[in-house]
């Protein structure tokens, strides 16, 4: 069995206040794109798990791949043979996509399926971004990253250009070098009443000033796209 999971971007992304757990509020809008990573599936008589393409290094405990075999818990055994395209530590959600493609596969091998709500549940405790991938959709999200409701936004005819620095930035990092604060403005409302041209007029993204201060080409790069008319 082969499996195709997706990539995807933020339109905009506003921290609106950090929690008391450690983890912030967010408001943004998840977009699924069109670049993949690999992954086939065959059973077998034990559980490996082969990694191809861009190196993953992480220590096997933190491995999302392997958290959803530890969690879904079936009897029976697969070799997963995944190859790597999306970039590491690029927000693209690569990871967590791999975890929700796999975990909803698994999920179809159970005698005994997880419901929606349950699926998502499981999903939520593997990875942040992992419950996005279980509908794919493209989604206006809130809370941390959890709570996700639908937005009349239509971008498939639009180009979309995605830069890859060779450095890469830590999201704790990038989290505790911003400063929470509510947005003059409701992204929801923006996305769906403003035109695509005007939409540079007010969405941001909070890691933005914290990247480009770690990463000098990346304000060059977008100031070359916006003159190119992004």
Excluded at 55 to 72: F, T
Excluded at 96 to 105: E, H, I, M, R, T
Excluded at 137 to 152: H, W
């Amino acid at each position: 069995m082969l499996l195709f999971p997706n990539a995807k971007i933020n339109i905009g992304l506003n921290i609106t206040k950090k929690l008391k757990s450690g983890y912030h509020s967010i408001e943004s809008c998840f977009c699924p794109v069109g670049l993949y990573d690999i992954i086939e599936i065959k059973k077998s008589n034990s559980s490996d798990l082969i990694e191809t393409g861009i190196p993953i290094k992480c220590k096997e405990e933190d491995n999302l791949l392997l958290k959803v075999l530890r969690e879904i818990k079936m009897n029976n055994s697969f070799n997963i043979n995944l190859h790597k395209n999306i970039p590491i530590g690029s927000g693209l959600g690569g990871g967590s996509s791999d975890a929700a493609f796999l975990l909803k596969y698994l999920n179809t091998k159970k005698k005994i399926k997880f419901s929606k709500k349950n699926l998502l549940k499981v999903a939520e405790k593997i990875g942040s971004d992992c419950p996005f991938f279980i509908d794919n959709k493209i989604k206006y999200v809130t809370g941390t990253g959890n709570i996700f409701d639908d937005i009349s936004l239509d971008i498939k005819n639009k180009y979309i250009v995605i830069y890859i620095p060779e450095e890469k930035i830590s999201t704790f990092d990038a989290y505790q070098a911003i400063n929470p604060k509510k947005s003059d403005y409701y992204l929801k409302d923006v996305l769906e009443n403003e035109n695509i041209e005007n939409w540079s007029n007010f969405i941001r993204n909070d890691f933005e000033e914290f990247a480009f201060n770690k990463i000098t080409i990346l304000k060059k790069i977008k100031n070359s796209l916006k003159n190119k008319g992004a």
